[in-house]
């Protein structure tokens, strides 16, 4: 088995400035203060994927995910410990990055795939197919300054899974777009993870990650708090009363019937 991405004792310290309150602030700067300090998003994280499997990247708000990804896709560089990664790697980080406000749709996807890795011609091939997912209509040649952010999702998401790769990433897939795009998103996720491509799949939703991934690495305040199986996974998450939410319950009901429906 081929080893696809290997994490070793990765962390990521972020710098902040807190100022609690606009009195603070003022009592700062009048003192020439300014209240810095600093946060480990990520602390001694280590783990291997192998090509094709597919990982449900799964913790509270603020574990270090999206952190995790960016280390992961080269979006950023550990401050110790290191990331290898083996192959092209396309996906969905954040929505709407990479995206140019003042250019159409059109024009940002062509800028966007050649930032995933695309040639021109590629992009003139898929072209089509990338519009026809997106399903903008006939706001392709509209800045996508003017565009909602659901259609803004939809364009990203559009040219990330049309991209040839090794490794596929998407984060916060499910939290914007409406039911039908979400459902197409999950339907096209199925059909990667099928043909052999490594896939990282952030999620908060219990239901779409057990029908998606075959393993489950669970964050907690950056460290890794569980690694293996996927039901498992979703045991060590409810310690933390996630289940007492109602507001959580009716999502992961909604999501489950989607998850059920591809
Ligand atoms: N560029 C940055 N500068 C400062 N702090 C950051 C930066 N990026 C992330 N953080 C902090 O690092 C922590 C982890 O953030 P991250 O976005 O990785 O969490 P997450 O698990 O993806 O959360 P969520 O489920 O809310 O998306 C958070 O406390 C966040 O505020």
Aim: hydrophobic share 40%.
């Amino acid at each position: 088995m081929t080893t696809s991405i290997v994490v070793q004792d990765v962390s990521k310290t972020f710098r902040y400035q807190a100022h609690p309150t606009l009195k603070k602030v003022l009592q700062d700067r009048l003192r020439g203060e300014h209240a810095k300090g600093s946060f480990k998003a990520l602390d001694g994280v280590s783990f291997e994927v192998q090509q094709g499997e597919s990982i449900g990247l799964m913790g509270l708000n603020g574990s270090g995910k999206s952190t995790l990804l960016k280390l992961v896709s080269g979006v950023m560089r550990p401050d110790e410990g290191q990331v290898l990664v083996r192959g092209r790697i396309s996906g969905l980080i954040a929505t709407g990055a990479g995206f140019h406000n003042e250019l159409s749709g059109r024009d940002n996807i062509y800028m966007n795939a050649a930032m995933l890795g695309m040639t021109k011609e590629e992009t003139d091939a898929k072209f089509d197919d990338i519009a026809a997912f997106a399903d903008v209509g006939r706001f392709m040649d509209t800045p996508v300054g003017n565009y909602s952010s659901g259609m803004f999702a939809r364009l990203g998401f559009s040219v990330a899974v049309h991209v040839d790769c090794d490794i596929f990433i998407a984060d916060e897939v499910l939290a914007v777009g409406d039911r039908p795009f979400k459902r197409k998103c999950l339907k096209r996720m199925k059909e990667i993870r099928e043909s052999g491509i490594t896939m990282f799949y952030v999620s908060h939703s219990a239901a779409s990650v057990k029908k998606m991934c075959d393993r489950a690495i669970v964050l907690d305040k950056g460290t890794v708090g569980f690694d293996g199986d996927v039901e498992e996974a979703i045991k060590f998450l409810h310690y933390d009363g996630d289940d007492d939410e109602p507001d959580a319950e009716d999502e992961d009901e909604r999501d489950e019937e989607l998850a059920n429906d591809i």
